[in-house]
């Protein structure tokens, strides 16, 4: 009860930071607020314990939820479109992966295998597990991978608010939350069914969620939730939900789990490798750059669903961000989700034919 307790508060203290970075007009308010107070109050050693675990999962599915409710016959045709687009991105990532991995193996004091996990776009908890079974460095991994999270969460924001000044036009979003859904085949739904509509979707979110961590797929809870919530959609009908707070919630569960990350020791770490840290940021996030235009170019897609398509961050932190800034969420987590696999899959047995 008590750990209850401090979730909730932890979580409150969070959104009420992710409003403060609302109110001053600072994209993506609700992800780096919450990330910002967090890791502030960590910091000072009075933050109360709390189950991060469950936080993680919660998050995980809300955004899962409210990307799944996007789904409908449109974007089931719009799939079809994405293999060649998500293949792009994946090899270009990797490749840019081994690429930024190899300059700082070369022109830093890093060992190779340290120098490779750290640099490439996957996910902390994924690498460090690498590092483990590989005998690289897991601390310096860690720190390399934490760094660049935070880069890709802080920059992207910035780059896509950029862009939206220099290039303005009308967002392309789903409903908003007071129109009626509809049904499969587009007819009203009546207010009882849509009721169950609500709640079979919330549920079939949830148990996807758990189905994507039993089965420890990568963003699992978050994939499952979406296939669920989505299968729903398309099936059944659009259920009628607060998509506006679901988001929220999401971004600022994400923030504090970040902040999780972010300790002294990692901030006295940052200052150590302040040099490889910086050759690694803009290696990184002007490759992304250079896919983005590539990937519009290629496949079509909107300039803003290419940048965060082709955004070296997480999935669940850039996929929380998409429809804030006009992107096609769908599109982006899918893409993403490509290109977390193919890194995970690959890289495991390419990393030790490249040490020989």
Known sequence: LLQG???????????????????????????????????????????????????????????????????????????RTLPGAALLVAGWMLGLSLVMGYLMSTFTSLPFPTAMLGSTAGGITEMALLSLSMGADVASVTLLQVFRLLAAVLSTPV????????????????????????????APVPSGARMRTNVLCVAAAVFGGAAGKWLSLPAGPLIGAMVGSGAVTILVGEPKLPAGLIRTFGQVGVGIIIARSITKEVLL???????????????????????????????????????????????????????????????????????LLSIILVLPPLLPLLMR
Not at 294 to 300: K, M, T
């Open 269 to 339: 770490g940052f200052v150590e490798l302040l040099g490889p840290l910086a050759l690694l940021t803009v290696g990184m996030i002007g490759g992304s750059l250079l896919l983005a235009v590539l990937l519009h170019r290629i496949a079509g897609f909107a300039p803003m669903t290419c940048m965060l398509a082709a955004s070296p961050g997480g999935l669940s932190q850039i996929a929380s961000i998409a429809d804030e800034f006009g992107a096609d969420p769908v599109v982006v987590s899918l893409i993403q989700t490509v290109r």
């Open 5 to 79: 307790c401090n979730l909730i508060f932890v979580v409150c203290v969070g959104w009420a930071g992710g409003t403060l970075f609302k109110k001053a007009r600072i994209p993506a308010a609700a992800l780096l607020g919450a990330l910002v107070i967090s890791a502030l109050w960590a910091m000072t050693g009075t933050q109360p314990g709390y189950p991060s675990g469950a936080l993680s999962f919660l998050s995980n599915v809300a955004i899962g939820l409210f990307l799944g409710v996007r789904l409908n016959r449109e974007s089931c045709r719009l799939l």
């Open 159 to 186: 780059l896509c608010r950029m862009w939206m000044r220099n290039h303005p036009s009308p967002v392309c979003c789903v409903a908003e939350e007071g129109d009626d859904p509809v049904d499969a085949v587009g």
